[in-house]
């Protein structure tokens, strides 16, 4: 049909059984034609099938990334092609375009040869996206044409899997959904923790610490994973079907069990800060700080509110030598008060979270922070050795000009000529001087 790859499939009950055509899946496969592969039959079962029609990702790891191509008309020509777009025309918006027409979440990552390069014809013009077309030939292009594109170019695009926790606390905690054309909770049958924990890594949460099933009474359809395709290493959104249950006229007064998981990534990254008279530094925007000898300084740690209660433990490590302090969490932080700075407070400072939640305990940690203690003695020594050096230079210095200006300048004779006088008469008298 020349409309690209699948994008949704989905199997509905008509009310009525009618004629149908029933197509072999091993004919098909064998690489026959639909027509070579169907013959009639009777069946209230329809399947409806979304194909994708102007835009793909090919050469990726899945639907949802590889190199962009857009399908166009070219005008010498009574077929239809697939096209490469150049990264210089291509911006955010429009990967937010492409992302939602190939039905996947978010773009996480565009730049040119992401996924190699191929000698396919050009898209010549740029297109000017405003981010909220629902497909790419949608948006608005230039009127200037591009008549070539260097290598290298070719846009290479990654959008985000249609997959997420919803409910939870954090976007790794919470019930899993699926996105094919509408977001469905996932159907639990069969589930056991290894699914779960291919899940949790599909969605960057690290490994999973709880799988439960919760019971919906609602009307709303859910999706069938097919295990199997699960764990020889498929994506969510492949092995995802309609649960024929939920499809069926009798879904409305029938509950089902949905996947709810919690996965290790759950807490977000604390802050570390330091505050003292003579800097605030946030380990947000910079990695060191400084403080004086003597002087007193806080070190903070803060976490973005998710669960109650938890505790922080502030490590220092100087010297291959770690030291910890634990207070629990008031208002998610916690301050560890220095009355003193000393030269052992100096060393690398980092915050741990941990909270008991779900029966587990979980922890994050934040980035280290550098404290360096300044010595003001130092200073003072410096200072001691450096004025007296000072204080003879000036007084070189100044003797050297003293003695500069005492001295007097030798007199030069000077030579009158008399204007009066030729200047053959002032030769003659010169001649008689020498002569005497």
């Known amino acids: 049909m020349t409309c690209g790859s699948a994008v949704f499939v989905e199997k509905h009950e008509d009310s009525s059984v009618s004629s149908v055509w029933w197509i072999s899946s091993d004919c098909l496969q064998s690489g026959y034609p639909l027509k070579e592969c169907a013959s009639g039959d009777s069946s209230s079962s329809i399947l409806d099938v979304t194909c994708l029609i102007s835009v793909r990702l090919v050469n990726g790891t899945s639907l949802c990334s590889g190199r962009l191509e857009v399908k166009s008309s070219w005008s010498h020509q009574s077929n239809q092609n697939w096209s490469t777009v150049c990264d210089t025309d291509f911006d955010q918006q429009d990967a937010e375009v492409v992302c939602r027409e190939l039905g996947c979440g978010s773009p996480s990552a565009f730049q040119g040869a992401l996924y190699g390069e191929v000698e396919t014809p050009k898209w010549t013009t740029e297109f000017q996206c405003g981010g909220t077309e629902s497909a790419l030939l949608d948006c608005k292009r230039s009127g200037s044409v591009r008549n070539s594109c260097s290598s290298g170019k070719a846009v290479g695009l990654t959008c985000s899997e249609p997959v997420r926790l919803l409910g939870g606390a954090s976007r790794c905690e919470g019930t899993l959904e699926v996105k094919l ?82 996965c290790t990534d759950l807490l977000v990254q604390p802050i570390i800060s330091v505050s003292s008279k003579d800097e605030v530094t946030s380990a947000l925007h910079q990695r060191s700080a400084r403080v004086s000898q003597g002087s007193s300084f806080t070190i903070s ?6 669960y109650p209660g938890g505790s922080f433990q502030l490590s220092l490590t100087f010297s291959n030598i770690t030291y910890s302090y634990t207070q629990l969490a008031i208002n998610h932080s916690a301050h560890f008060l220095f009355p003193a700075a000393e030269l052992s ?6 915050c741990v979270y941990n909270v008991h939640v779900f029966s587990h305990n ?14 003001p003695t130092v200073f003072i020594i410096r200072t001691l050795v450096l004025l007296p050096s000072l204080l003879i230079f000036i007084s070189l210095i100044y003797c050297s000009h003293k003695t500069t200006k005492g001295q007097k300048t030798v007199p030069q004779k000077n030579l009158k000529l008399n204007p009066g006088r030729a200047e053959g008469e002032q030769v003659e008298e010169d001649q008689e001087e020498a002569a005497v």
């Open 301 to 306: 740690c803060s976490i973005q509110p998710q």
């Open 362 to 375: 979980f922890s994050s940690v934040s980035h280290l922070l550098t404290l360096t203690v300044s010595d």
């Open 181 to 262: 054309g509408t977001w469905r909770p996932v159907d639990a049958s069969g589930w056991t923790m290894n699914e779960a924990d291919a899940a949790c890594r599909e969605l960057d949460c690290g490994s999973v610490v709880l799988l439960e099933t919760r019971n919906d009474s609602s009307s709303r359809p859910v999706w069938k994973i097919e295990l199997g395709l699960l764990k020889s290493g498929s994506t969510l959104r492949e092995c995802a079907s309609s649960s024929s249950s939920s499809s069926s006229s009798s879904s409305s007064s029938q509950s089902f069990s949905i996947v709810m998981l919690v």
């Open 345 to 350: 407070h100096r060393g690398s400072y980092g």
